[in-house]
């Protein structure tokens, strides 16, 4: 227990445990929460994807729980002294819905924004989406997940007709001959999935990674690829290439499944392997080698993550990797296939239920008519009151606060300020919002600029379900109520939209938001008023809201339909998509047809063009971020774990050392890491696991270590995806 930590029961009480599952990444590890007098503990816990292993951060999840740093009242800033002072709740959302009428009534619907997070509960999720298009009634809605699974899922959508990170169980790795991973560092993203990949080596699978770094996962690879950043799209078409010299395509597969490879094939006839290796960096051999393991092997997988997709041509680069994995017949043979790794606790369900600014629950599309009707008959209001598409999470965050973007902005489960690319500047812009509203746990870097923050309860005090990256959907179980005065995202949503219904009738006064009694409100029955009417379409109970996420996803590609909680939990989770609770669940997609409305995939010529910024005299080195052992995301959660700060303290710059004796910088010397958009200051870490044309920052800190003030906003015309893993830059001894 930490300091200032108090005991999850009274003493003498009967301890009290709970099987529920890792708050950090869509590994989603299972584990057991025990509370006794000592507090709050975790134990092993046997589930399939992790096997009862955890990482670091998993261990150390519950010391956030009774945290000193905790928030536990509402805050609200006083305009006189502009700081943040502990308010009630009616305060803190009486401020908030009346600050919400006055922009909206002043500037339009469109003028209050939401901004969503990948690691809410796809109950919240879910909520947060209904709550901004029929309570709010804004089109402006996205969340952070827009910069880690985008592109991935674009490519996915446009190759297959779905989106699911592992259209196969995660086991699958483990058996497989040869696994490619591009852009992926499990060993320190998520540790307990490296178990797959002894085992895959174990058993005479060969491992082979593409990375500009020598990281954890790399060296344990029988083969790893450096490629300069920003050149994976190359480095796929050139295997392509000679895949077709050597007549490892499965034609066979590629008539009878597929669709447009003729064009594929003239457009990688370019990427001969000298040319991609003069290009990327990546010898001529290595290539040839990755390609035959490719094409000679059984059971083959190609996975990709954040670094080959965190680029202004992320979808480009992905859908290359698709194709190569389409042309070898892999997607839809056991044990084979192409997928991607998710990042966030919530990636893969949090994107499917309505937080992306152009989507409907069930992964629906929400220009569609037919979704639309679908899901405002779910809701219970007009189709055509629905709001149509928003912008992109970057688009929203740099419109906020100008003349014509947003005028408030209301976050849920993220923190911009450290996370968006161009930082500094989207700092700047919440700022310039009238109105900045802020739901969290801690006081995180963006929750300290809001006009009112609303404390939330954690992963271990609500229940709801979470969807892994394999399509998984699991439950989280709550081992004890939030403390007092903290209150649950879903009671927050119903409050606010009980109080912004009541004031928007006819001459309604903010002060009487939430009339007690039918004589307070005059003749009115309770049960008609609009307030009533709100919190009956805003439940608090997230059973209730799981309820009724299965209903508005029936029939769409990300199908809840057949999936409920005691489903769940007498199977160690089930898979979408699941239409009926009689039917089978799907843990492995295409084994038939995919989901194009001939049932064959899609093959897409893609080329390779420059990153968005490219070096020069001024910025001669290429900048890359990434993630470290210790640390998750923003860092606002792991920061304050002890062990984990003790493990990763502060930020570091990584450069070879050729670089660095040719700068005059020695291990540990204080570094300015410096952009056309702005600076990181943090110590000189010397690695010879890096390009020599290349520097390396985790993203995880604020202040002058803050990575993504240096990182570029360009971003992918069709994911809205930001190019985090490339820009140019120049280093100097600070």
Not at 54 to 66: F, I, M, N, V
Not at 83 to 100: F, H, I, K, N, Q
Not at 112 to 141: C, D, H, P, Q, S
Not at 551 to 563: E, M, V
Request: charged share 20%; with cysteine.
């Amino acid at each position: 227990m930490t300091d200032g930590a108090r005991p999850a029961t009274r003493p003498g009480q009967t301890p009290r445990q709970v099987a529920t599952h890792c708050p950090y990444c869509a590994l989603q590890c299972g584990m057991t929460l025990r509370a006794d007098d000592a507090g709050v503990s975790v134990l092993p816990r046997e589930f399939p994807t992790n096997r009862g292993g955890l990482c670091q951060k998993g261990w150390a999840s519950a010391e956030l729980l009774d945290h000193p740093d905790r928030l536990t009242t509402p805050m609200v800033r006083d305009p006189a002294s502009g700081e943040l002072r502990p308010a009630t709740w009616d305060a803190a959302l009486d401020r908030v819905a009346r600050g919400v009428r006055a922009i909206q009534d002043s500037s339009g619907r469109d003028a209050v924004a939401v901004f969503g997070g990948g690691g809410l509960t796809n109950e919240k999720a879910y909520a947060l989406g209904k709550f901004a298009r029929i309570a709010l009634r804004t089109r402006n809605i996205d969340y952070n997940g827009r910069f880690c699974m985008s592109s991935a899922a674009a490519a996915g959508m446009r190759a297959f007709g779905i989106d699911r990170g592992l259209p196969f169980p995660l086991a699958d790795l483990g058996s497989a001959d040869t696994l490619l991973l591009v852009g992926a560092n499990p060993a320190e993203t998520m540790p307990p999935l490296v178990r797959w990949l002894t085992e895959q080596r174990r058993g005479g699978g060969q491992l082979i990674v593409v990375d500009p770094r020598v990281t954890a996962t790399a060296r344990q690879a029988d083969l790893h690829l450096q490629p300069l950043p920003g050149t994976d799209l190359a480095v796929a078409n050139a295997l392509l290439h000679i895949a077709l010299t050597e007549g490892w395509v499965d034609q066979a597969y590629v008539a009878e499944r597929t669709t447009g490879f003729d064009a594929v094939r003239r457009s990688v006839a370019a990427w001969w392997p000298a040319r991609a290796e003069q290009l990327s960096g990546v010898p001529v051999a290595d290539l040839e080698a990755t390609a035959r393991a490719l094409g000679t092997g059984g059971r083959v997988i190609i996975l990709t993550a954040r670094g080959a997709e965190q680029h202004a041509k992320g979808v480009d680069t992905v859908t290359a990797y698709v194709n190569l994995s389409l042309a070898l017949g892999l997607p839809g043979r056991p044990g084979s296939g192409y997928g991607c790794l998710t990042g966030q606790g919530n990636g893969q369900g949090g994107r499917e239920h309505g937080q992306k600014a152009d989507q409907l629950p069930g992964y629906r599309k929400i220009d569609d008519p037919v979704a639309r009707e679908h899901v405002a008959g779910v809701w219970g209001v007009p189709a055509d009151e629905l709001p149509g598409p928003g912008v992109p999470a970057y688009q929203l965050l740099d419109s906020l606060g100008t003349a014509d973007g947003p005028r408030a902005l209301l976050v849920f489960g993220s923190n911009p300020v450290v996370s968006a690319p161009r930082a500094a500047r989207i700092e700047g812009r919440l700022r310039d919002l009238d109105l900045l509203v802020v739901a969290d746990l801690l006081l995180s870097e963006t929750a300290a600029l809001a006009d009112v923050v609303l404390p939330t309860a954690q992963w271990a005090e609500e229940d709801g379900t979470m969807t892994n990256l394999e399509g998984r959907v699991l439950r989280r179980r709550a081992l004890r109520p939030p403390p007092p005065g903290v209150r649950t995202d879903l009671a927050i949503l119903a409050d606010l939209a009980a109080r912004l219904a009541a004031a928007e009738a006819p001459g309604a006064e903010l002060a009487d938001a939430a009339p007690t009694s039918a004589a307070s409100a005059g003749t009115t029955p309770a049960a008609a008023r609009p307030e009533a009417v709100a919190a009956a379409r805003f439940p608090a109970d997230p059973g209730t809201v799981f309820a009724e996420l299965r209903r508005a996803s029936a029939g769409g590609a990300a199908d809840y339909g057949g999936i409920s909680w005691e489903r769940i939990d007498a199977h160690d989770g089930v898979y979408w998509p699941c239409p009926t609770e009689e039917g089978p669940d799907t843990p492995r997609l295409f084994a038939d047809r995919f989901a194009t409305p001939d049932g064959r995939a899609r093959f897409h010529p893609v080329d390779h063009r420059p990153a968005a910024e490219e070096v020069c005299a001024t910025y001669p080195l290429h900048f890359t971020t990434g993630r470290v052992l210790a640390q998750y995301q923003s860092g606002t959660q792991t920061r304050r774990v002890p062990a984990l700060r003790r493990a990763a303290a502060e930020a570091f710059v990584e450069l070879h050392p050729d670089l660095a004796a040719r700068l005059g910088i020695d291990d540990g010397d204080p570094v300015r890491v410096t952009s056309r958009r702005g600076e990181l200051r943090a110590p000189a870490r010397l690695s010879p696991g890096i390009r020599p044309d290349t520097v390396f920052a985790p993203f995880h800190w604020p202040g002058a270590g803050r990575a993504n003030s240096v990182t570029n906003d360009a971003v992918d015309p069709i994911s809205g995806m930001p190019e985090f893993k490339i820009c140019a830059v120049r280093v100097e001894k600070a």
